[in-house]
């Protein structure tokens, strides 16, 4: 195995593709802080003078010495022909930190960087950091500090995560390592975790796997039983009175000839990556020879590694909109008892966070000409979190006195379009004018709230079509630059897909890896269950659903499709028990829920599990 080179000695000659963005430009500056020294930056074609001190050059063949590595921020298109670039001047570690990289583009990468003998990092990554040596790509230096356990993770948000609670608990780390989210990555991971393993700075390894069952344990197999410290299976402990590890196996395709025995395929320990027998049970002739090994009373603890663990509590946090948005689609107007009561209701199946109101203009949405009363009505819970909608800096004012008077909401959820067309129907404003009144709204609600940005039309518009992911991110931008850190991104027609939100999730995470991204998922083509899961596979911990499927655009303003709604609350919870994730909700109480909605207005709903019995 031929350690990759940011892990014997950490690069001292960087080159960094396209440093002059304003993401990248930020990028670069961490970096040097962190220790790393930037050789030069490379705009090919295009390079010139220098940049906060560093020359721009146009090709890797102008650099005065040979780079150790090279961090590539150049937007999707370009990002093959920086890693070609890179491959032919044998670059030894590629880190690319540039997202939403093409499928076909990623897989010639990869190539290109294998064929060079090169380590590709990427792409869709937050890249590596060797605490108190440098950082290669766009993890946040703050939340690494020297230790001896190394970090291994697919995830951004569970790379930064586990970086921040290693440093916060004080074990620290030897090296943090974001392969990136996308499917495509330049190295297997279990080459990364040999070299780990092999690192002889390195006294055990967290490896947070999103990759799922039986590919998981065969890397598990990949680490010697004592250096293993767990990861996304949870750690796979030595069989008693047997071999240190678990088969390397799992069902592949029928063999000709037969429609019950299945094929085995080769043992992952061996062949493919030139990794060496005696890792598994299935070659016990020898044993993984490490160099250096660590003795075991210097190992960590396993306790001492468990309070890196995250806080007990739900892992998937789902907001109840059936008061929000689930109504503002409907004519007629609800009595404000109902929906007191209906929200009680609710609060009762265990929703940590729920929509409770709006505060739009009665004459634009007379559904909601009762916030200050639903507010004052409603019973406050330990633990539940109101969230109102404001769409102008009105609204906010209006929050602002409910605050003061003790029945204001806790959340305040603020409107973007990402679309020009969507904009003007629904805000009747242009974006830029709605982006003035959102700072001004940030500015008003200062610390009072915790606010939430919502990003309209953030895949495909009514008006205008299909919507520019990079607008998108530009949004979620502007939404952080005001402090604005959770963001909701909605598909305001359903029409998004599921391998298009996990594109824009990665690249999102990608470059915002502090920020709380909610999936807020409509169900017009019967897509939004489908989408919110892929989003929440993704990574992301919080979505939006809404009790029957109810809700969809005002009912004064049309657009859109037949059928508007949101994910369906009963639905989405449902499956994801069933997947094993926690919600904290009880469904038997949650069905209730559903079918008093179906009474308070007066029709069944759309949920597919509410009537099964």
């Given at each position: 195995?031929?350690?990759?080179?940011?892990?014997?000695?950490?690069?001292?000659?960087?080159?960094?593709?396209?440093?002059?963005?304003?993401?990248?430009?930020?990028?670069?500056a961490?970096?040097?802080?962190a220790?790393?020294?930037?050789?030069?930056?490379?705009?090919?074609?295009?390079?010139?003078?220098?940049?906060?001190?560093?020359?721009?050059?146009?090709?890797?063949?102008?650099?005065?010495?040979p780079?150790?590595?090279?961090v590539?921020?150049?937007?999707?298109?370009?990002?093959?022909d920086?890693?070609?670039?890179?491959?032919?001047?044998?670059?030894?570690?590629?880190?690319?930190?540039?997202?939403?990289?093409?499928?076909?583009?990623?897989?010639?990468?990869?190539?290109?960087?294998?064929?060079?003998?090169?380590?590709?990092?990427?792409?869709?990554?937050?890249?590596?950091?060797?605490?108190?040596?440098?950082l290669?790509?766009?993890?946040?230096?703050?939340?690494?500090?020297p230790?001896?356990?190394?970090?291994?993770?697919?995830?951004g948000?569970?790379?930064?995560?586990?970086?921040?609670?290693?440093?916060?608990?004080?074990?620290?780390?030897?090296?943090?390592?974001?392969?990136?989210?996308?499917?495509?990555?330049g190295?297997?991971?279990?080459?990364?975790?040999?070299?780990?393993?092999?690192?002889?700075?390195?006294?055990?390894?967290?490896?947070?796997?999103?990759?799922?069952?039986?590919?998981?344990?065969?890397?598990?197999?990949?680490?010697?039983?004592?250096?293993?410290?767990?990861?996304?299976?949870?750690?796979?402990?030595?069989?008693?009175?047997?071999?240190?590890?678990?088969?390397?196996?799992?069902?592949?395709?029928?063999?000709?000839?037969?429609?019950?025995?299945?094929?085995?395929r080769?043992?992952?320990?061996?062949?493919?990556?030139?990794?060496?027998?005696?890792?598994?049970?299935?070659?016990?002739?020898?044993?993984?020879?490490?160099?250096?090994?660590?003795?075991?009373?210097?190992?960590?603890?396993?306790?001492?590694?468990?309070?890196?663990?995250?806080?007990?509590?739900?892992?998937?946090?789902?907001?109840?909109?059936?008061?929000?948005?689930?109504?503002?689609?409907?004519t007629?107007?609800?009595?404000?008892?109902?929906?007191?009561?209906?929200?009680?209701?609710?609060?009762?199946?265990?929703?940590?966070?729920?929509?409770?109101?709006?505060?739009?203009h009665?004459?634009?949405?007379?559904?909601?000409?009762?916030?200050?009363?639903?507010?004052?009505?409603?019973?406050?819970?330990?633990?539940?979190?109101?969230?109102?909608?404001?769409?102008?800096?009105?609204?906010?004012?209006?929050?602002?006195?409910?605050?003061?008077?003790g029945?204001?909401?806790?959340?305040?959820?603020?409107?973007?379009?990402?679309?020009e067309?969507?904009?003007?129907?629904?805000?009747?404003?242009?974006?830029?004018?709605?982006?003035?009144?959102?700072?001004?709204?940030?500015?008003?609600?200062?610390?009072?709230?915790?606010?939430?940005?919502?990003?309209?039309?953030?895949?495909?518009?009514?008006?205008?079509?299909?919507?520019?992911q990079?607008?998108?991110?530009?949004?979620?931008?502007?939404?952080?630059?005001?402090?604005?850190?959770?963001?909701?991104?909605?598909?305001?027609?359903?029409?998004?897909?599921?391998?298009?939100?996990?594109?824009?999730?990665?690249?999102?995470?990608?470059?915002?890896?502090?920020?709380?991204?909610?999936?807020?998922?409509?169900?017009?083509?019967?897509?939004?269950?489908?989408?919110?899961?892929?989003?929440?596979?993704?990574?992301?911990?919080?979505?939006?659903?809404?009790?029957?499927?109810?809700?969809?655009?005002?009912?004064?303003?049309?657009?859109?499709?037949?059928?508007?709604?949101?994910?369906?609350?009963?639905?989405?919870?449902?499956?994801?028990?069933?997947?094993?994730?926690?919600?904290?909700?009880?469904?038997?109480?949650?069905?209730?829920?559903?079918?008093?909605?179906?009474?308070?207005?007066?029709?069944?709903?759309?949920?597919?599990?509410?009537?099964?019995?």
């Open positions: 195995m031929t350690r990759a080179p940011f892990l014997s000695s950490f690069p001292r000659r960087v080159v960094v593709f396209n440093p002059t963005g304003r993401y990248a430009a930020a990028q670069v961490a970096m040097r802080e220790g790393t020294r930037i050789l030069a930056g490379i705009a090919l074609g295009r390079g010139c003078g220098a940049q906060d001190g560093i020359p721009l050059l146009d090709d890797l063949r102008e650099l005065p010495e780079a150790d590595a090279a590539i921020y150049t937007p999707p298109e370009g990002v093959l920086a890693v070609r670039a890179c491959a032919a001047a044998r670059v030894p570690s590629i880190v690319v930190a540039a997202e939403y990289v093409p499928v076909h583009d990623a897989l010639a990468a990869a190539k290109l960087a294998r064929e060079a003998g090169c380590w590709l990092v990427g792409p869709n990554t937050l890249g590596v950091c060797v605490p108190g040596e440098g290669l790509g766009s993890i946040a230096p703050a939340f690494c500090a230790g001896r356990l190394a970090v291994i993770c697919r995830s948000t569970l790379t930064l995560t586990m970086a921040r609670l290693l440093t916060a608990s004080g074990i620290g780390q030897r090296a943090v390592m974001h392969l990136g989210g996308d499917t495509v990555c190295r297997n991971p279990a080459e990364y975790l040999a070299a780990l393993a092999e690192d002889a700075g390195t006294a055990a390894v967290l490896y947070c796997g999103e990759i799922g069952g039986d590919k998981e344990y065969a890397l598990a197999d990949c680490i010697p039983p004592l250096r293993q410290a767990g990861g996304g299976h949870a750690g796979r402990p030595p069989r008693a009175g047997g071999p240190p590890h678990g088969p390397c196996r799992r069902p592949g395709r029928r063999r000709a000839g037969s429609r019950r025995r299945q094929a085995r080769p043992c992952r320990c061996r062949g493919a990556h030139g990794a060496r027998p005696g890792r598994c049970h299935r070659h016990p002739e020898g044993t993984w020879p490490v160099s250096d090994p660590t003795p075991a009373e210097d190992m960590l603890d396993p306790a001492e590694i468990a309070l890196t663990a995250a806080p007990a509590g739900h892992g998937i946090v789902l907001c109840e909109c059936f008061a929000r948005d689930g109504l503002q689609h409907e007629a107007i609800l009595p404000t008892e109902a929906k007191i009561a209906m929200i009680e209701r609710i609060a009762d199946c265990g929703f940590r966070r729920i929509e409770i109101t709006s505060f739009a009665p004459g634009q949405v007379p559904q909601f000409a009762d916030a200050e009363a639903v507010l004052r009505g409603v019973r406050r819970r330990p633990g539940l979190l109101f969230k109102a909608t404001c769409p102008n800096p009105q609204a906010v004012r209006r929050a602002l006195e409910a605050k003061a008077g029945f204001g909401p806790e959340e305040l959820s603020l409107l973007v379009s990402a679309s067309g969507h904009s003007q129907r629904n805000l009747h404003r242009s974006r830029e004018e709605q982006w003035a009144n959102v700072a001004e709204m940030a500015a008003q609600a200062g610390d009072a709230f915790t606010l939430v940005g919502t990003i309209s039309v953030a895949f495909d518009c009514p008006f205008d079509g299909p919507t520019d990079s607008r998108v991110l530009e949004d979620a931008q502007r939404f952080a630059d005001l402090g604005v850190t959770r963001i909701a991104i909605g598909d305001t027609i359903g029409s998004a897909t599921p391998p298009r939100v996990r594109d824009l999730i990665g690249w999102l995470h990608g470059a915002l890896p502090t920020a709380t991204f909610i999936a807020h998922f409509h169900d017009s083509r019967g897509t939004g269950m489908a989408n919110t899961l892929a989003a929440i596979e993704a990574g992301l911990t919080h979505a939006d659903s809404a009790l029957g499927g109810t809700g969809g655009h005002p009912a004064g303003i049309a657009y859109g499709e037949g059928f508007t709604g949101n994910t369906c609350t009963e639905d989405l919870a449902t499956a994801l028990q069933a997947m094993g994730y926690a919600t904290g909700l009880d469904l038997a109480k949650l069905r209730e829920a559903g079918l008093e909605a179906e009474r308070l207005l007066g029709r069944p709903l759309h949920s597919r599990t509410l009537h099964l019995g």
